[in-house]
């Protein structure tokens, strides 16, 4: 009997697939989040700057865009956690945590590291994950965080908010300077009322950019268009910004507080000190000689900012003319003003001043003017007629500031501060600012070089 010997069976092959290695798969699904982050990070920025949305949608988009960077995030730490510590956290908190899933990477290190459960180093590398990938966001979108925390918030308010949030979104526009201001600012300037008059303020208030062109045309479009109140804001911030094509619409806004009765608005007063055209000179006057007595101090100063046109020496004569009457504080302003023209004749009617003061009146502190330019006038202020001294030294300083070459300017003056300086009764401030002033007619000047007063005058 011939024993079979049986054939062995042929081998089944298994084909067996291998996977790509963990961090290879964490560091494509990284790639992709971090894509699908920047994506809808930079839409986000492009709406917010650029759509006008309601309160709702603009939350919510800002929730996608934070969301967008904690989706690269935590991707971004899983990804460094598996390279760093050898998947710590995934192992231990997500595989050993999910029931069913695959351990097929689980050897000895993966069990000791099930052992120990990380408790620092993935949250470690989230909170830094989630700054790098912050900042990496803020480049791609030129920095949409800072624009909305600076300007974004304050953007939205003015298009959406009440009355009272928009006011407030101006006031803060006014002292921000970006690219997005402006076109804020002239959307604010065309809904009319508070809103419009507020922003013709914010856009005048912009007079330091290099490059003023495009703050012009809506201005002179809310002159000519505008409500009263936004016509009165335009024309100020025009001053301001040198517009002298508009200061016909400044004297107009002044001659009607003039005509009215009440106070003049010291803004327009102080806006054509700015514009410096000639042609305000008889409005100037007249607020002078009948404006209240705020008013009266700003415009003194204003005429003396004309010192450099044409013709100006009629306006010395004119403030010389009004000093005779004036009370106290509005003396001061006049001889801060004509300290500012510096013309030499004018030391005759600072003598003059002097003499005819009383002692109280000598000794009176001058003060400082503060002008709000903001429609409510808390904000935005501008000093004049600085610093504070008392009328004394105000006179001596202004004389400091004129030449006394001719001789009949100094047979006046020279025995006039000699006895300043020997008068026991003032203080020694004037003493010494007395002191200053004749040394220096003295030793700097040459009587027989130099023009008689009136030929210095029409110089």
């Not at 303020?201 to 007079?207: C, D, E, S, V």
């Not at 107009?252 to 608005?265: H, M, Q, R, T």
């Not at 008013?295 to 004569?317: C, S, Y």
Request: proline share 5%.
């Amino acid at each position: 009997m011939i024993a079979r010997v049986s054939e062995p069976e042929p081998k089944m092959q298994v084909s067996v697939t291998r996977q790509a290695p963990t961090w290879a798969r964490l560091f494509s699904y990284a790639v992709i989040a971090n894509a699908l982050g920047i994506a809808v990070a930079v839409w986000v920025a492009r709406l917010v700057r650029n759509v006008p949305a309601t309160d709702s949608t603009e939350q919510w988009l800002r929730a996608a865009y934070y969301g967008g960077i904690a989706l690269a995030a935590v991707f971004d730490a899983l990804l460094l956690d598996e390279l760093l510590f050898a998947g710590a956290f995934r192992r231990t908190h997500i595989v050993g945590r999910l029931p069913g899933a695959a351990r097929s990477d689980d050897d000895v290190e993966g069990v000791a590291l099930s052992m120990q459960r990380s408790t620092w180093s993935f949250p470690a590398l989230l909170l830094g994950a989630g700054l790098v990938t912050s900042l990496a966001f803020g480049v791609v979108t030129h920095d949409f965080e800072g624009y909305y925390r600076h300007l974004g918030v304050h953007i939205g308010s003015l298009r959406r908010g009440d009355e009272a949030r928009q006011l407030e979104a101006v006031r803060q526009l006014s002292i921000r300077r970006a690219p997005e201001v402006i076109p804020a600012l002239r959307w604010g300037l065309q809904q009319g009322g508070s809103v419009a008059a507020w922003s013709a303020w914010a856009i005048g208030r912009h007079r330091d950019l290099p490059n003023r062109r495009p703050l012009v045309p809506p201005l002179v479009a809310a002159v000519r268009d505008g409500d009263a109140a936004t016509r009165r804001e335009a024309a100020i911030a025009l001053g301001r910004l040198q517009q002298r094509s508009m200061v016909g619409a400044l004297q107009a806004e002044v001659e009607a507080d003039l005509a009215a009765g009440g106070p003049v608005d010291p803004r327009l007063l102080y806006a054509l000190g700015v514009v410096q055209v000639l042609s305000s000179k008889d409005v100037l006057e007249r607020v002078l000689q009948q404006g209240d007595p705020q008013a009266q101090k700003v415009a003194a100063w204003a005429i003396a900012q004309h010192r450099d046109q044409r013709g100006a020496k009629n306006l010395v004569t004119l403030l010389e003319d009004r000093l005779p009457t004036a009370d106290v504080e509005l003396r001061c302003a006049i001889v801060h003003a004509l300290g500012i023209f510096a013309h030499e004749r004018s030391n005759l009617a600072l003598v003059r001043t002097h003499d005819d003061s009383t002692a109280a009146e000598l000794t009176f502190v001058c003060p400082r003017i503060r002008i709000f330019m903001s429609p409510d006038a808390q904000d935005d202020a501008e000093e004049i007629l600085m610093p504070e001294d008392t009328l004394a030294l105000k006179i001596l300083v202004a004389m400091g500031q004129m030449r006394a070459t001719s001789p009949e300017v100094r047979k006046v003056v020279e025995p006039w501060l000699e006895a300043r300086v020997a008068d026991p009764n003032v203080t020694a401030f004037v003493t010494e600012g007395a002191r200053a002033v004749l040394n220096g007619i003295r030793e700097g000047r040459d009587d027989s070089k130099r023009p008689t007063v009136e030929e210095a005058f029409d110089m």
